[in-house]
């Protein structure tokens, strides 16, 4: 990065250079913001992760696949056809040929209609399944009277899957919202790097135009030979400084890359010119009285919390199930037959009194030990759920407080540092008035300015917070949108 040095300019055109001193000084970091580079701000780099980083495609993958799952629920109620032909044919004597096609249509209230087609033919069959020549036709319903007349398995197994479905939307919305709470404090490292190293970068160049001006204070007998070792000294501190926030600085470069991809699935380089923007996720824009509300909006949209609370609907589907167990086992069964091409209506009632086939079943264990097992094993598992939910639900009202409080502190830090940064920059400008006139040591002048830098670079790295306390209200309440302030 090339420095402009303002009073290099200064001095060229004839200012004295006690006045290009104070000119150079007056604009120490904190006041010059690095301009150089392609503007890379947070919002377009969170669009850029959400729409390409694997782990939000996974995300996308995990919420299919509860789809999926719940439209695999849903065919425990798909209508099933099944048809039969069944022929026996032995020393030219045609014994028997049966044909049966039947349409089953599982009804959400337990109940299944039984659509049916029956021909019979032959010289030898079973007496009971004589049929006209033309074929019989069979309409009927099956009801269950006792067990899963509430509930059955495939009707519990869609309840699941519902729930199923809606913890895949909870976890789809988890993992983006722990990407983007990580890939938030990476950018917030970045940025804070970005600015110790210009902060760095400024301070070796105050050094160095320092040292200069020491010699040629040495040369013109104004200052003691051992003030130049003291210059050369502070320049090779600053030196070694800039060094390290360089290091720092690829590092963290390295470390945003990672979530950079493109729409092909193909990792991408961060461009060597970025350099990082605030813009959006800076401070303010989040008022400490919508806590409550940020509490509420928690208790519905945390990813965790939605998790769980789809369990315990899981595990209450289970429980009713289990419930349904205690009772005997009973089903009847009733249709009406007609023979194919009968004038007379279907539903006719003298008809069906006189063409129907009708059962009855009952079953039921006689001491209930699966079952009560099975009732007190669910019960056990919805109670284990219900804990977890309102333990989770507590931890979630309290991380919500924590990142609150994190913003609102940082405000007030923000504030009280860049009055340090201020403040520290007014005691450096006076330090060098007092040392252009001798009233001060090159040494005293150092540590005023060593505060400039060191206040500085506490500002650069509690601006580096503020990305990732807002990623962390985000990733607390569930709502991503929080991460960026809307204009």
């Known amino acids: 990065m090339t420095l402009t040095i303002p009073w290099a300019r200064a001095q060229s055109q004839g200012t004295p250079p006690r006045d290009s001193a104070r000119l150079r000084t007056s604009m120490l970091v904190g006041t010059i913001v690095d301009t150089a580079g392609t503007p890379f701000p947070f919002p377009a780099f969170v669009d850029v992760v959400l729409a390409h980083h694997p782990v939000s495609q996974q995300a996308r993958l995990v919420a299919e696949q509860a789809r999926a799952e719940l439209r695999q629920a849903w065919g425990a109620f798909d209508p099933k056809l099944v048809a039969s032909w069944d022929q026996k044919r032995f020393g030219g004597t045609e014994y028997f040929k049966y044909f049966d096609a039947e349409m089953k249509i599982p009804l959400p209230i337990g109940a299944d209609v039984t659509l049916a087609f029956d021909r019979t033919m032959g010289r030898y069959f079973n007496p009971d399944r004589r049929t006209t020549g033309a074929g019989t036709f069979s309409a009927g319903i099956s009801l269950p009277l006792g067990q899963r007349i509430i509930t059955d398995e495939r009707r519990t197994a869609l309840q699941q899957a519902r729930a199923a479905r809606d913890a895949g939307d909870a976890e789809r919305v988890g993992l983006l919202n722990k990407l983007l709470f990580s890939a938030a404090k990476d950018y917030g490292t970045w940025y804070e790097m970005w600015r110790r190293r210009a902060i760095a970068q400024e301070g070796e160049a105050l050094a160095d135009f320092r040292l200069q001006a020491v010699r040629q204070r040495v040369a013109n007998g104004e200052s003691a030979p051992i003030d130049t070792i003291e210059a050369m000294l502070e320049l090779q ?251």
């Open 237 to 487: 501190r600053r030196q070694v400084t800039r060094y390290e926030t360089e290091a720092s600085f690829f590092v963290a470069t390295l470390n945003l890359t990672a979530y950079l991809w493109d729409s092909e699935g193909r990792p991408v380089a961060l461009p060597g010119d970025a350099k990082p923007v605030l813009d959006g996720v800076e401070r303010g824009g989040i008022d400490a009285t919508r806590l409550a509300g940020l509490i509420d909006q928690a208790t519905r949209r945390n990813p965790d919390l939605l998790k769980v609370q789809a369990k315990v609907k899981q595990a209450e589907a289970e429980r009713l199930l289990a419930t349904q167990g205690l009772i005997p086992l009973a089903e009847a069964k009733l249709a009406g037959l007609a023979q194919r091409g009968a004038d007379e209506t279907f539903f006719s009632r003298d008809r069906l009194d006189n063409n129907y086939k009708a059962a009855l079943s009952v079953s039921t264990p006689v001491l209930f030990l699966k079952e009560r097992g099975k009732f007190g094993a669910t019960g056990a598992k919805l109670e284990f759920q219900e804990y977890e939910r309102d333990r989770l639900q507590r931890d979630v009202e309290f991380d919500v407080r924590a990142a609150m409080f994190d913003l609102t502190n940082l405000e007030r830090l923000l504030d009280r540092q860049t009055a340090n940064v201020r403040n520290a920059r007014l005691l450096r400008d006076a330090e060098q008035v007092r040392f252009e006139n001798g009233e001060s040591t090159l040494l005293i002048l150092n540590l005023r300015e060593r505060l400039v830098l060191d206040e500085a670079a506490k500002l650069a790295s509690l601006q580096g917070k503020v990305a990732a306390a807002r990623g962390a209200l985000a990733l607390a309440t569930g709502d991503r949108t929080l991460l960026i302030i809307s204009r």
